[in-house]
């Protein structure tokens, strides 16, 4: 592929920049992108219907990450000096983290513009050349960002292809240094089958099916308005927005009717607190769902089958949905949710943890420690305490999941650090006096060191019961 070997040659002279240049060049692009919010986020209204004040607040949520990115890179990559230990006494230790070249970043659509530039910014940040291939729903987007960075950098350090599924497949095989892919569990599956053939390394940020805890002891119009904004904004297309929602039985039946109150209050619309249903296909996804919950007893609190207008879903609150229906195990990506009543939090936190995704969650409480030890709890990668998609924000903190939610992290160190190459350097100082790393050492030498090694080591091991072999 022609961009990944330009991309190539232009890794080079990137990664022999220094951490401040590259900095400032980021930065310097960042400064554009900030400035020009309303062309992009025009642009992303156009692509995705998402509107405008969405697309701002996601510009803005980006933009945060890509100057923590430049500005922490140094502190977090730089080369520093590690001990030894006694058995190398004689040696100098150092880390630092390499560029790995070229990184190839798959992007979708939800978040055109937050999701890949949270792989594309700390890509950069870290030394790498990027080719990054938007979703087939969000081609201007991309191309408006690789524009907005040439005027920054005209040297092909960051490149956009188009294209779908095969445009993606092609970028897989091309020989890159790493593939970042954000988008569905299946797909991901795809990518990282075709990885495999080359041992290319890929970090997989997949999709979610967010619990929301609500212990009885809760602020319970804090829980209900987090529950409609995380399970309802961006009209549901949210990785880790709020699909299921868990609640004590105590305040079960006043949470519903808060959360029934704001749900029955929001219209969908351009101008809207959300938009239309950026692909038409996803929309039979969500009727699917909604239609197997009530086919298996689940209630319609709010809306049902008729609230799906296309291109519009109004918003859908199901309740007492069976926990092995679609709308409980897979992906929804709409703006419904289910509400299911719980005896305790023992219970929430097990039902939460059953599914196969593993991305976020929530817990609403005003019991801090409760909190905490809910959130230990939980197999996801990110928690927010009486607050939704608390962590989106805070560019410190790693993203990703476990499971179908994929592995690997982007964002904050471990973000910088999955688009590196440790690279661990030693040094010989001075001749050891114990020199065991030698064909020509002397047994006394070995000796002596083994004689330190089982003072250092097995002291104080519990002895075995009886003589001859462990175990015996
Ligand atoms: P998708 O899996 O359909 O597509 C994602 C990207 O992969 C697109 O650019 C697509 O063209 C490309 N692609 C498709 N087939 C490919 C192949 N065989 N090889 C290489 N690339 C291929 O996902 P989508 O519908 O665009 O996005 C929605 C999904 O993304 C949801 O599941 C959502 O939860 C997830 N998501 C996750 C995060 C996160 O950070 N964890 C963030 C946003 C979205």
Redesign the pocket.
């Known amino acids: 592929m022609e961009v990944v070997s330009k991309a190539r040659e232009a890794a080079g002279w990137w990664a022999g920049l220094s951490f401040r240049e590259r900095r400032n060049h980021l930065l310097t692009w960042k400064r554009i992108i900030a400035a020009r919010s309303d062309q992009l986020a025009d642009v992303m209204h156009a692509e995705t219907g998402k509107p405008i004040g969405d697309a701002l607040l996601e510009i803005m949520l980006a933009v945060e990450h890509l100057d923590w990115a430049a500005r922490n890179a140094e502190r977090v990559l730089k080369r520093r000096r590690v001990r030894s230990g006694l058995l190398a006494a004689d040696q100098g230790a150092a880390l630092e983290y390499r560029p790995l070249g070229v990184i190839g970043v798959?992007?979708?659509?939800?978040?055109p513009v937050y999701?890949p530039l949270g792989s594309v910014s700390y890509a950069l940040a870290a030394g790498n050349a990027v080719v990054f291939?938007?979703?087939?729903h969000t081609p201007a987007t991309g191309e408006w960002l690789a524009a907005a960075w040439r005027e920054v950098v005209p040297r092909p350090v960051l490149q956009v292809i188009t294209g779908?599924?095969a445009a993606?497949?092609a970028l897989?095989a091309a020989g890159v240094d790493k593939i970042a892919?954000?988008?569905?569990a299946?797909?991901g599956r795809?990518?990282m089958a075709?990885c495999a053939a080359s041992l290319t390394p890929v970090v997989i940020?997949?999709?979610?099916k967010d619990a929301m805890i609500v212990a009885a002891d809760a602020d319970l119009d804090a829980a209900a308005k987090a529950a409609a904004f995380g399970g309802f904004g961006n009209a549901g297309q949210t990785?880790a927005g709020v699909e299921r929602i868990y609640v004590e039985r105590a305040v079960y039946p006043t949470f519903l009717a808060k959360l029934a109150a704001i749900a029955e209050s929001v219209q969908p619309g351009e101008d809207g607190p959300y938009g239309r249903m950026t692909v038409a296909t996803q929309v039979d996804i969500v009727r699917g769902h909604v239609d197997d919950a009530l086919a298996r007893g689940g209630r319609a609190v709010v809306g049902g089958p008729e609230s799906i207008k296309p291109p519009y879903v109004f918003p859908v609150v199901l309740a007492e949905v069976p926990e092995d229906s679609t709308a409980m195990t897979e992906?929804t990506?709409g703006p419904t949710v289910v509400v299911n009543p719980v005896d305790s939090l023992d219970e929430a936190v097990s039902l939460a943890n059953a599914s196969t995704y593993g991305?976020a969650a929530s817990i609403f409480t005003k019991n801090r420690d409760k909190a905490l030890r809910t959130a230990r709890r939980l197999r996801t990668g990110a928690a927010s305490i009486n607050s939704v998609l608390g962590f989106a924000g805070v560019p410190a903190l790693p993203?990703g999941?476990v499971g179908d939610?994929?592995f690997g992290r982007v964002h904050g160190a471990d973000g910088l650090r999955e688009f590196s190459r440790p690279q661990s350097v030693t040094w010989r100082r001075f001749t050891a006096p114990m020199d065991v790393m030698s064909l020509s050492r002397d047994p006394a030498v070995l000796d002596r060191a083994v004689k330190i090694f089982r003072m250092r080591h097995a002291r104080g091991a519990v002895r075995p019961r009886s003589e001859g072999h462990p175990g015996a």
């Open positions: 798959i992007g979708p659509w939800n978040y999701t291939k938007p979703s087939e779908d599924g993606g497949a897989v892919f954000t988008g569905s299946a797909t795809k990518v075709a940020e997949g999709g979610g990785c992906e990506f991305l993203f999941g939610s994929g």
